[in-house]
């Protein structure tokens, strides 16, 4: 069975770092592009990065640039988003999402998502 | 950025009714590839989104036929031809022609 499960998520205070996880099984991490997108309580879905198949190109939303930087490991299964300096305003569920790449472009394999808080 | 724009933000819909739910970008999604990157999903409280119809018009495995969309440049559209009580929750378009891929408002869909 196909699945991502994230994990990671958790209070923090405002300045602080966190890094979540996205576990992958059930097919190959290394044939798929990977992203993460966020939902803030009560809000709707925002994209907020990417990472190619082969960890050759990184993507963001303008909000998290400079703060926020995914990365991969195939060998482990495994992508991450380390996010620094949070905020407020970056609370919310995190997703972490499936995408065949090139000629498809979507996110058919969701996890069930990690609570992200930031709070003093 | 593209900005992705649902009409309506809210819709009840009768057991057994259609339902359509529009959404606009404010630029073309054409990509240099030629295609056209919109995608529709469903979210239900408390589950993550579920990928219902990809590149503007193609359902995607295990999604039932009553489900539809089709559109072209700016305008595109999902249609549900008779609504069942699983169809409740909130539907949400999404380009992914460029980065940063966003999201449109989303649309709840309620089911009297």
């Known amino acids: ?120 | 950025d593209i900005v992705m724009t649902q009409t309506p933000l809210s819709s009840h819909v009768s057991l057994g009714q259609p339902a359509s739910i529009s959404c606009r970008s404010s630029q073309s999604l054409i990509h240099s590839d030629g295609n056209r990157y919109l995608t529709w999903l469903h979210q239900r409280p408390g589950q993550p989104p579920r990928l219902l119809i990809y590149k503007i018009s193609i359902r995607f495995p295990g999604v039932p036929d009553r489900f539809s969309a089709f559109g072209a440049e700016t305008d595109f559209t999902l249609k549900i031809s008779r609504v069942e009580a699983e169809d409740a929750g909130v539907y949400y378009c999404m380009q992914t022609t460029q980065f940063p891929w966003t999201f449109g408002q989303g649309t709840r869909l309620e089911i009297k």
């Open chain 1, 1 to 120: 069975q196909e699945q991502v499960v994230e994990s990671g998520g958790g209070v923090v205070q405002p300045g602080r770092s966190l890094r979540l996880s996205c576990a992958v099984s059930g097919f190959s991490l290394n044939s798929y592009s990977m992203h993460w997108v966020r939902q803030a309580p009560g809000k709707g879905l925002e994209w907020v990065a990417a990472v190619w198949y082969d960890g050759s190109k990184k993507y963001y939303v303008d909000s998290v640039k400079g703060r926020f930087t995914i990365s991969r490991d195939n060998s482990k299964n495994t992508v991450y988003l380390q996010m620094n300096s949070l905020r407020a305003e970056d609370t919310a569920v995190y997703y972490c999402g499936r995408d065949p790449g090139e000629a498809y472009y979507y996110m058919d394999v969701w996890g069930k998502g990690t609570t992200v808080t930031v709070s003093s």
